[in-house]
């Protein structure tokens, strides 16, 4: 596989376990991903994946996407 189709499997494969889920069960399964996606964004990790490669393949300002998360926030 590819990275581009394995990062693709994974996406389906959790939307799939999403689906299989109590209401209940998919709220605090999304409550712990809020909290792990908030630690990814705050992370200065430079690994595959992290949000800072992110930012670099897309050409993004790191420091402006991180500003606007701040302020939809509030």
């Known amino acids: 596989m590819t990275p581009d189709q394995e990062k693709l499997a994974e996406y389906y ?4 376990a999403l689906a299989k889920m109590s209401e209940e069960e998919a709220t605090e399964h999304m409550r712990l991903e809020w909290k792990t996606t908030q630690a990814w964004v705050k992370s200065d ?3 595959i994946g992290s949000f800072r490669w992110c930012c670099d393949v897309f050409d993004l300002d790191i420091s402006a996407v991180r500003r606007a998360i701040r ?4």
């Open 13 to 16: 494969a959790r939307r799939v």
């Open 45 to 47: 990790s430079e690994k």
């Open 71 to 74: 302020e939809r926030k509030k």
